[in-house]
């Protein structure tokens, strides 16, 4: 079975710098999608960004952008130029890309402090 | 486009009652799937329906809940003889099928209070 760990309950950083979230993942499966979704205080689940994993270029979304080690199994999110609207909960999750169930499998969640 | 909607936003039940969940997808996903958030974890997956069809309960309990997806209406989870360790937040999701099933849209969720 398929696992996401989030080593870290929680970070901070100032704001206006960059930050390293980070993801390991545990899978026999060559072909799958990984997420990072984040939760504000709101608790609406958003989607960050995502990456195949037959893709070797690592995603990017505006401020935000991924280190994607297929062989090492990880899935680090990097938050460039940190804003005070970033501090929320973030969440990797895995998906299989075959089969017939697609359900997210989730990490435990890093918690974002932003400092001003 | 609407997005996935859900309500109650905020439900309270007494232990013993019932508890009824709903979730209208997307226009045009026929793919739901719901979630359960504990306090202070991930989200973990309970079922994951086509319309008129389960396609996967695995992680649902299997005593005291049950979901649809008919072919007119919301997706239903319904919480039967509700116990305190029900309390939690229920997110949906919702997909369209094909290619673009990768991608999952999420409600705001259903925050159950059990008291």
């Known amino acids: 079975a398929q696992t996401v760990t989030q080593s870290q309950p929680e970070m901070s950083v100032q704001e206006a710098e960059t930050v390293t979230l980070s993801c390991t993942y545990d899978?026999?499966?060559?072909?799958?999608?990984l997420f990072w979704y984040k939760q504000p205080p709101s608790r609406q689940m958003i989607l960050v960004i995502r990456?195949?994993?037959?893709k070797q270029q690592n995603a990017t979304e505006n401020r935000f952008s991924v280190n994607f080690q297929k062989a090492a199994k990880s899935f680090s999110l990097k938050i460039s130029d940190s804003q005070l609207g970033d501090a929320a909960m973030y969440f990797c999750?895995?998906?299989?890309?075959?089969?017939?169930?697609?359900?997210?499998?989730w990490g435990a969640g890093t918690k974002l402090i932003i400092k001003p | 486009n609407a997005g996935v909607m859900q309500n109650p936003r905020h439900l309270v039940r007494r232990r013993g009652q019932e508890a009824r969940l709903r979730c209208s997808p997307m226009?045009?996903?026929?793919?739901v799937y719901w979630y359960r958030q504990l306090p202070e974890e991930g989200l973990k997956f309970m079922v994951y329906l086509q319309k008129e069809n389960i396609i996967d309960e695995s992680g649902m309990p299997k005593e005291r809940f049950s979901a649809e997806f008919p072919k007119e209406g919301p997706s239903i989870l319904r919480i039967q003889q509700v116990v305190r360790g029900d309390s939690a937040a229920y997110f949906c999701?919702?997909?369209?099928?094909?290619?673009?099933?990768?991608?999952?849209?999420f409600g705001p969720g259903t925050r159950l209070t059990v008291t």
């Open positions: 999750a895995y998906r299989s890309a075959g089969g017939s169930n697609y359900q997210l499998i």
């Open positions: 999701a919702s997909s369209p099928g094909g290619k673009a099933a990768y991608e999952q849209y």
């Open positions: 899978t026999s499966e060559s072909d799958y999608y």
């Open positions: 990456q195949e994993a037959y």
């Open positions: 226009k045009g996903h026929s793919h």
